[in-house]
């Protein structure tokens, strides 16, 4: 299991909570007692001179209300703090540049801070009518199955729908060895986004738009996008060259008016080929919402079977809500 509590060094967990946009988090007597000096030293080397945070800096807001909770803690336990914390402070309070539309969240894979991914979105649930502009909590789960599954999408092409800011496809690319996976969205400003995420993460490939496709190939990774909107799906205007292998979609099972265009999108996906393994993850809102999407599936002749997944292992996600993963496939 992922140890982002118990165990794990103090200093790194402040750090990935920064890089997360986490503040929700508590310091226990042994873990102030960590934070000596050095401590403190090494820990602002990571969040405040470190050229990752200084490309893509975490929300403004958000790194005063750490810096204000840190210095609390450190203070009311009576353990000297860092000159820095404070000068830290003072500049992000003076800093009125901050964009507070977008924001940088850095995930640090399995606790590799080698391993990092570097998502740009926004704080907002909902921005210029879609739901795509952040990363949602089944995708922390689908991503986390992914990596704990990296066999399933070994050389495969892989399709994703509803992609949002792009964070699953992104991961699923860089770690699970995908010969090609599309990233698939409805929304113009998603779409945009999902770019912005791929370049980020993947610099310097070779990008070449078509039609309304864009695709990043570098000699080891091959990503595209697409403007795919389940309403006017039509399997002669998705421009793929063969059907995929697999598609993946992550918090696509919450509008009760897009479940039978997304059915149908799935049918017809594997109407071209039966073969196609589809898997989703939902965070379970409405369990009618829910119950109605099976009972289409099972009008449309699809099976589908629940894959167990318990407690985060390379990325954090809430195992206490009420959620499913579904694999999906034709009726044999
Ligand atoms: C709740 S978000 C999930 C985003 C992402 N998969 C995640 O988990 O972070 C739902 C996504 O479905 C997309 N979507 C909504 N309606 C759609 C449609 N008719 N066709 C294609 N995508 C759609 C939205 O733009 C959004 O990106």
Known sequence: MLN??????VYKRLVRYYY???LNFVLNDEDISALTWSKQQELLQSIVHCSLIKKYPVNNEFSRLYFKKLISCLEKAGQEV???????LCNIMNNTSDNDLFRYRHHIIGNDFNNIITIKETKNMVVNG???????????????WALCNQDVF??????????GVGFTGIVISKFCKPREIILSDCHDDVLKMISDNIEINFPNMTVKEVNNCKSFVNEKHCLGTMNLDWNDN?????????????????DIVYDPSLLLPLCNVIQDFLQSNNNIEIYIASVIRNEATFETFLSILDTKGLTYHKLQQEESVFVEWDNTIQRCLLKIKMLS
């Open 234 to 250: 039509n399997m002669e205007n998705i421009a793929l060259k063969k059907p995929p292998d697999i598609i993946i979609g992550a």
């Open 154 to 163: 070994r050389d495969k092409t892989v399709f994703e729908l509803g992609s």
């Open 82 to 88: 860092h000159d820095e914390l404070y000068i830290g």
């Open 130 to 144: 879609t739901t795509g502009m952040r990363t949602w909590e089944a995708a922390f789960m689908l991503v986390d």
């Open 20 to 22: 997360n946009g986490f």
């Open 4 to 9: 982002t509590q118990d165990g794990l060094d």
